[in-house]
């Protein structure tokens, strides 16, 4: 018996296609996670009380999510991970404003995270 040699292909596309959204949504779920611990790591400045060690964690977490959330096919995540990552290298003279700023851009990543057509083409807010 023959084979059709365009449904075996056809079948393991598939199969690579259902493999790739698995392993994309745990990226997603892991990505949110990290984006919780920017965030509270933004809350603690915000408040006046970040330690170091919770920055460098937050700052880390913003690194990791941005390069999964390229890899992954969420370029306007990853560009945010980016942004994060630069605000949390240094905490500047008014701590409270950018504070602000990065939780709005951990508002725009979760938005990000959950919208399955991100390419990339909006503008994130720069803080």
Request: proline residues 4%; without cysteine; hydrophobic residues 40%.
């Amino acid at each position: 018996m023959t084979t059709d040699p365009g449904r075996a292909d056809s079948h393991e596309h598939g199969e690579l296609d259902a493999a790739m959204a698995g392993f994309r949504e745990r990226a997603r779920i892991s990505n949110g996670a990290r984006a919780d611990v920017i965030a509270q790591a933004l809350q603690a400045l915000l408040d006046g009380d970040l330690p170091e060690e919770m920055r460098l964690n937050a700052r880390a977490a913003a690194h990791s999510l941005a390069g999964s959330a390229g890899t992954f096919g969420f370029p306007l995540a990853s560009r945010l991970g980016r942004d994060l990552e630069a605000l949390l290298d240094t905490i500047d003279a008014d701590p409270q404003a950018q504070a602000r700023a990065g939780l709005e851009q951990v508002a725009l990543l979760r938005q990000a995270l959950t919208d399955p057509a991100d390419t990339g083409g909006g503008e994130a807010s720069r803080g």
